[in-house]
């Protein structure tokens, strides 16, 4: 599985972002979805993560503020970040697989959320 991540940027604190991901293969609709971000000295940690009858699960410090969603006719993930702070300032990941660790990930997307 191959996974490309995109729609990052520089925005200002409230604004919002939407990123996307896009996985190869027919096996994309039986994963668990997520994304992950990490921030500059630290650990990668978990952001959001939907599954394949589409529960969707939040970290605490996103929650009400991120959206995840999955299109599985086209193979993507979503992730709609609004109210950002700058905190939120990372690089995101996304990965897929059939646990809550991700089997396989995407290449990152840089997010820049300035005060």
């Known amino acids: 599985v191959q996974l490309q991540a995109f729609g990052g940027g520089l925005v200002q604190a409230g604004g919002c972002l939407r990123l996307?991901?896009?996985?190869?293969?027919?096996?994309?609709?039986?994963?668990?979805a997520n994304w992950f971000r990490q921030a500059p000295g630290k650990e990668r940690d978990f952001v959001a993560a939907?599954?394949?009858?589409?529960?969707?699960y939040y970290a605490d410090s996103v929650k009400g503020r991120f959206t995840i969603s999955r299109d599985n006719a086209k193979n993507t993930v979503y992730l709609q970040m609004n109210s950002l702070k700058p905190e939120d300032t990372a690089v995101y990941y996304c990965?897929?697989?059939?646990?809550?660790?991700?089997?396989?990930w995407g290449q990152g997307t840089q997010v820049t959320v300035s005060s």
């Open positions: 990965g897929v697989g059939y646990r809550n660790q991700p089997d396989y």
């Open positions: 996307s991901c896009a996985a190869s293969g027919r096996t994309f609709r039986t994963y668990r």
């Open positions: 939907i599954s394949w009858n589409e529960n969707t």
